[in-house]
């Protein structure tokens, strides 16, 4: 990589001329000649700021990550002293990024109060310890150089490209979302080389918590959102056979797996769906027919967990199959939902596949508990982006606050803006509390248990924390105000959140079963127990 040019500001200034117009933003300096033309401010505006150092103007209209896009292909060097040695060419970038030990003590991050868990400012917490903070700073330097800088790029061509999952899988992070770990089947060492032996529900945490900041559902569930969700029946239920076929390729990014539950007539009464497979005279293979909507990946996943009727009506009658996109009588088409854009949410028909015998995860009639084991993983996981997302809303919100004049002072100023960031903050934290909580009844609750005790509480936390999101996302939108109306630009993320509340507060049983399950449950648990009604 070549060397940065460095240049002093009076160097800088000899460039303002429409034909030779350099500007300095934030310690860079940006040959913007070519892109005059193409500013989406309008031309006469930048060549007002040519010459200068722009930062304080360019602040007022930008989001930062503009620099990271657009900016990146304009940058000619930074500001400093020319006469000194050219500085040092940048490393060869690397898949997996390096934790400076400086990150792994004291606060983190950018130290804006409520914008990160309150650990990350040395807040005291029981949860955390070393191989979680070398974790929490190997995430963000992924997510910041990898993933941010493209979420609204990614948004609105639908996809992500290969490459980026080949990238996390590289960084070892495909690996870490699935609930529990299968080291036998990694190709690489956990993200932030945590010891496998050391992982527990934190340190997959952070993993998410990090993946969210993104403000992006379309990224965290294109990426992880059928991984999550498809592979954990195959890693707990599914043959040798299954996890050798399915389970490298996935943790690699070469392939994707979604979960196939949801059908256009049975969303979350899952013991009443209706595809089915029909075995073959010869006992040999399964007879695949059906619909099934909403499927997160389904869109252009290789592999497909598939819930089907193989016996009679209810929950006794439903199997798991794995089926391949090669098969033939799998079809697939994108539907356009009002959010997660990059995730591929699908459309599938299965007719008349015919799935061998050998693709059952775990066994015949048996499929209902093993949809059933993974729930309290992937409602916890809704949780925890929800409440990232609320923060992200946050974040964008108060930063904006803080730069915006209106009524000749800042947004910030005004105490009708305060308090709507007060109530966000206010409820985030408590939702943050409340899923800490529960991930730590998870780290030491049996299996059994968990789906015993754990079920009510998740369900409504889940219920609390998409209830919240939706607050914050409204409340960041009123406060960036028409920014919030158009797509990218100083509100992208918010804007884009907006859309996607209703991603989270309807999968993975929707906000009217998650109350009604969380008194229901938590009630009959409590009989059992010896509650005194
Ligand atoms: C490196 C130099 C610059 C780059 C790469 C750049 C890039 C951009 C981009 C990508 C947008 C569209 C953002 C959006 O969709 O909201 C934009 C808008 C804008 N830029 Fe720049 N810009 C630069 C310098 C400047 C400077 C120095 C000014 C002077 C104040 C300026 C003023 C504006 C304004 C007023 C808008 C419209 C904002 C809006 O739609 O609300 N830009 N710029």
């Not at 595809?275 to 996943?301: C, Q, R, S």
């Not at 199997?319 to 539907?335: C, D, Q």
């Not at 991930?439 to 409504?460: D, K, N, V, Y």
């Amino acid at each position: 990589m070549a060397a940065i040019r460095t240049f002093s500001l009076d160097e800088v200034a000899k460039h303002n001329k429409p034909d030779d117009c350099w500007v300095v933003v934030d310690g860079k300096v940006y040959d913007v000649t070519k892109f005059l033309d193409k500013h989406p401010g309008g031309r006469k505006i930048l060549l007002k700021h040519v010459g200068t150092d722009a930062t304080k103007a360019w602040m007022n209209f930008h989001n930062p990550i503009i620099l990271e896009t657009v900016g990146r292909k304009l940058q000619i060097g930074i500001v400093g002293d020319s006469s000194a040695e050219p500085a040092a060419a940048a490393a060869a970038p690397s898949d997996r990024p390096t934790v400076d030990a400086d990150l792994l003590e004291g606060p983190f991050g950018d130290l804006i109060p409520y914008t990160d868990p309150s650990w990350y400012q040395e807040f005291r917490s029981p949860y955390y310890k070393d191989s979680h903070r070398r974790l929490r700073a190997y995430m963000r330097a992924f997510v910041d150089k990898e993933l941010m800088p493209y979420c609204h790029e990614w948004d609105e061509a639908k996809q992500i490209p290969r490459e980026v999952y080949l990238k996390a899988g590289r960084a070892g992070i495909l690996q870490a979302v699935c609930g529990k770990l299968a080291p036998e089947y990694n190709n690489v060492p956990m993200p932030g080389d945590v010891d496998p032996a050391e992982w527990d529900v934190f340190h997959e945490f952070i993993v998410a918590d990090e993946l969210s900041r993104t403000g992006s559902g379309g990224v965290v569930w294109g990426l992880t959102g059928g991984l999550g969700i498809g592979l954990p029946p195959v890693l707990a239920f599914g043959s040798k056979y299954l996890k050798e076929k399915v389970v490298r390729a996935c943790f690699a990014g070469e392939k994707n797996i979604c979960l196939c539950v949801t059908e256009p007539h049975a969303g979350s009464d899952v013991a009443n769906l209706k595809t089915e497979a029909k075995l073959t005279p010869d006992g040999k293979h399964f007879i695949l027919n059906g619909e099934k909507k909403w499927i997160t990946n389904g869109a252009f996943a290789d592999y497909f967990t598939v819930a089907c009727r193989t016996g009679g009506e209810g929950m006794g009658g439903i199997s798991l199959l794995l089926v391949e996109r090669t098969m033939p009588g799998v079809k697939t088409r994108r539907i356009d939902c009002s959010g997660v854009w990059a995730s591929g949410t699908g459309y599938i028909t299965f007719e008349d596949v015919k799935v061998p015998v050998e693709n059952v995860i775990g066994q015949v009639n048996k499929g209902f508990k093993s949809i059933m084991y993974n729930f309290n993983h992937e409602r916890l996981g809704i949780v925890i982006q929800a409440t990232r997302f609320s923060r992200v809303c946050f974040e964008e919100a108060i930063k904006h606050a803080n730069r915006r004049r209106t009524f000749g002072k800042k947004l910030i100023q005004h105490d009708v803006i305060r308090h709507k960031l007060a109530n966000m903050a206010a409820r985030i934290e408590s939702v943050h509390a409340w899923m800490e909580s529960l991930m730590f009844q998870a780290q030491h609750m049996s299996e059994q248990e968990q789906m015993l005790r754990l079920g009510g509480p998740i369900a409504l936390c889940k219920a609390a924390s998409t209830q919240m999101f939706e607050f914050c996302a409204r409340e960041a939108a009123q406060i960036f105000g028409g920014l919030a109306y158009s797509r990218g630009g100083q509100a992208e993320k918010v804007e884009r959140l907006y859309r996607e509340v209703r991603a989270y507060a309807i999968p993975g049983g929707s906000e009217e079963i998650m109350l009604d399950l969380g008194i229901r449950q938590s009630l009959k648990v409590a009989q059992v127990l010896g509650a005194k009604l």
